[in-house]
T-cell receptor, first 113, second 113 residues
């Protein structure tokens, strides 16, 4: 079945540091890939997505590129802020199948001033 | 924001009692999902619905049942609550045509004593 493996945390960075959170996936079809973010006490919210190979999703300075050859979707940001402190989830969804998604275990990011 | 609300937001109950959590959406999304989130386990799918009165089991469905009598409401029932069901429960919706992202509610924190 489908699976998502993401970088274990927690990750602690200083403000303005470069961020990479690794994500690799296994899927039988041609999935859409997502990064979700969860702030304390809230539900997950979509951060960015990519629907086909070589697509780059971007939002709020975060980027991730759909790499089919390496089955990866790594999240990057050039300069993190304290407000980026949150839990980040990588996920995939195969077309059809009632839109079900498979989520990674989440990576906790803490940014210190 | 998909207009998803969950009620109650917090609940403490005793072992052996039935508990019902409600998810309400205002976006007319076709699919609805119930997840539980526990430390070290990420998000796990309990049950999902692909239409009114159409539901199916997820990966951790034992001890839970669901009902969806209208598009906007999806109920999760713990038939006889146990301490292992202490968790944060999230409802999500999806099925916007051509897209596979999910939209999450704010969560319900359930404690079973």
């Amino acid at each position: 079945g489908d699976s998502v493996t993401q970088m274990e945390g927690p990750v602690t960075l200083s403000e303005e540091a470069f961020l990479t959170i690794n994500c690799t996936y296994t899927a039988t079809g041609y999935p859409s890939l997502f990064w979700y973010v969860q702030y304390p006490g809230e539900g997950l919210q979509l951060l960015l997505k990519a629907t086909k190979a070589d697509d780059k999703g971007s939002n709020k300075g975060f980027e991730a590129t759909y790499r089919k050859e390496t089955t990866s979707f790594h999240l990057e940001k050039g300069s993190v802020q304290v407000s980026d402190s949150a839990v980040y989830f990588c996920a995939l969804s195969d077309q059809g199948n009632a839109g079900k998604s498979t989520f990674g275990d989440g990576t906790t990011l803490t940014v210190k001033p | 924001d998909a207009g998803i609300t969950q009620s109650p937001r917090h609940k403490v109950t005793e072992t052996g009692t039935p508990v019902t959590l409600r998810c309400h959406q205002t976006e007319n999304h076709r699919y609805m999902y119930w997840y539980r989130q526990d430390p070290g386990h990420g998000l796990r799918l309990i049950h999902y619905s692909y239409g009114v009165k159409d539901t199916d089991k997820g990966e951790v469905s034992d001890g839970y049942s669901v009902s969806r009598s209208k598009t906007e409401d999806f109920l999760l029932t713990l038939e006889s609550a146990t301490s292992s069901q202490t968790s944060v429960y999230f409802c999500a919706t999806g099925g916007v045509q051509g897209s596979y992202e999910q939209y999450f509610g704010p969560g319900t924190r359930l404690t079973v004593t």
